[in-house]
């Protein structure tokens, strides 16, 4: 079964840092690309980041170039999101996908609340 465990979220001051992690099982890691999104309170979930499966190509929404690194571990199964000068308008629960895996599974999510 396809299973997304995200974690590295917490409180951060604003212009802090984290990074996420998400450990991917239930596919094969190394054949897809993958994709971090995340859902603000009161908002749709909205596209982030997405990497390809040689991590040749990376691709961002306006709202995360420049401050936010999207890598990944293929022997790890796992994807990374690491985010710098945070602001209090990254405040959202994190997620990771594969967006070519079906059925579309997601995981809990990491919070990530940035506020002084």
């Known amino acids: 079964q396809v299973q997304y465990v995200e974690s590295g979220g917490g409180l951060v001051q604003p212009g802090g840092s984290l990074r996420l992690s998400c450990a991917a099982s239930?596919?094969?890691?190394?054949?897809?690309?993958m994709s971090w999104y995340r859902q603000a309170p009161g908002k749709e979930r909205e596209f982030v980041a997405l990497?390809?499966?040689?991590?040749?190509?990376?691709n961002y929404a306006g709202s995360a170039k420049g401050r936010f690194t999207i890598s990944r571990d293929n022997a790890r199964s796992t994807v990374y999101l690491q985010i710098d000068r945070l602001q209090p308008e990254d405040t959202a629960v994190y997620y990771c996908?594969?967006?070519?895996?079906?059925?579309?599974?997601w995981g809990q999510g990491t919070q990530v609340t940035v506020s002084s």
């Open positions: 990497i390809t499966k040689n991590s040749d190509v990376t």
């Open positions: 239930g596919f094969t890691f190394s054949s897809v690309s």
């Open positions: 996908n594969a967006p070519s895996v079906r059925p579309v599974y």
